[in-house]
């Protein structure tokens, strides 16, 4: 009787943990070890975004830029989530 309201509280504090799977982390092998898939959409995302810098500044739209850096990353961003939705989503 003396428990009772731990009892109730358990439940409650163990709900976060059911979104939970047990399938594991998405991950892929590279030369047999784990990368976890986030790192590659990283990755990908600063790579388009590198590579739109250089298309932008030889086509001269750089200059056209106010917020240059949160264009960038905006971009980076967008490519890699955008990548994460295809490749690994639902």
């Known amino acids: 009787m003396r428990y009772r309201p731990l009892q109730r509280a ?3 504090l163990l709900l976060p943990l059911a ?5 594991g982390a998405p991950s ?7 990368f ?7 990755l990908l995302g600063i790579l388009v975004a590198v ?5 932008f500044l030889a086509t ?3 200059a ?6 949160f264009t960038y990353v905006s ?6 989530l955008l990548f994460w939705l295809l490749a690994f989503g639902p």
């Open 60 to 62: 001269d739209i750089d």
């Open 64 to 69: 056209l830029l106010r917020l240059r850096l």
């Open 10 to 12: 358990i439940p409650v």
């Open 36 to 42: 976890p898939s986030w790192m590659l959409c990283g």
């Open 51 to 55: 590579g739109l810098r250089v298309l």
């Open 19 to 23: 979104g939970c799977k047990v399938a």
């Open 28 to 34: 892929f092998p590279v030369a047999g070890a784990y």
């Open 75 to 80: 971009l980076g961003t967008i490519t890699g």
